[in-house]
């Protein structure tokens, strides 16, 4: 088992330029999530998806699009990139919320930085 | 609303010190509560949970319990290690959210032998 694979591990950007965060997981989890990290703010949920073709938005969504077409895969796409965006972005896993386990998988992380 | 206030840190100690971090919550009904580590570039690793009040969640000499009448959920270690130099979260989960989990601003805990 991979776990939670992340990549690119480190990416600059400049303002106004679109990229797609990957994250996939090899555990079969229904659930999939994504944070961002923020010096002195701890994780903030950006967006998560509770199946195939189900996504919702969480705390901090503007600026962000995700799509969770297999099971596996729940890529995080930035579509006109803003300093505001600098930030560490984490893709989190659970197997199913319902199944009452409570553990989410947490990948190594994506550091973007947005001149 | 739901939110979690963890205590400032940096924390400095020294190898053997007692650990305490604390933890407080505000959420409706009854949470879950977690606390993960970070340590130095990789992602969070769940270290103990608690989902019911008066449970003591435990792992790797960390303890932390669940205490409903004061809202809290403090970790603990009696004897710290070097390798605990780590970034700490406290977070919960209600119930209805889905796995939404609410996390603390995290605590940065330096070891020094």
């Known amino acids: 088992n991979a776990g939670v694979t992340q990549t690119p591990k480190f990416q600059v950007l400049k303002t106004g330029q679109s990229m797609t965060l990957q994250c996939a997981q090899d555990m079969n989890h229904e659930y999939m999530s994504w944070y961002r990290q923020d010096p002195g703010m701890g994780l903030r949920l950006i967006h998560y998806s509770v199946g195939a073709g189900i996504t919702d938005q969480g705390e901090v969504p503007n600026g962000y699009n995700v799509s969770r077409s297999t099971t596996e895969d729940f890529p995080l796409r930035l579509l006109s990139a803003a300093p505001s965006q600098t930030s560490v972005y984490f893709c989190a896993s659970e197997r199913s919320p319902l199944a009452g386990r409570h553990e989410q998988f947490f990948g190594p992380g994506t550091r973007l930085t947005v001149l | 609303g739901n939110s979690v206030t963890q205590m400032e840190g940096p924390v400095t100690l020294s190898e053997e010190a007692f650990l305490t971090i604390n933890c407080t919550y505000t959420?409706?009904?009854?949470?879950?509560l977690f606390w993960y580590v970070q340590y130095p570039g990789e992602g969070l690793q769940l270290l103990l949970k608690?989902?019911?009040?008066?449970d003591k969640g435990s792992n790797k000499g960390f303890e932390a319990t669940y205490r409903k009448e004061t809202t809290s959920f403090h970790l603990e270690k009696g004897s710290v290690q070097v390798s605990d130099s780590a970034v700490y979260f406290c977070?919960?989960?209600?119930?209805?959210?889905?796995?939404?989990?609410?996390f603390g601003r995290g605590t940065q805990l330096t070891v020094w032998p």
């Open positions: 959420a409706t009904g009854y949470p879950s």
């Open positions: 977070a919960l989960l209600r119930g209805s959210t889905l796995g939404r989990l609410y």
């Open positions: 608690a989902t019911k009040a008066d």
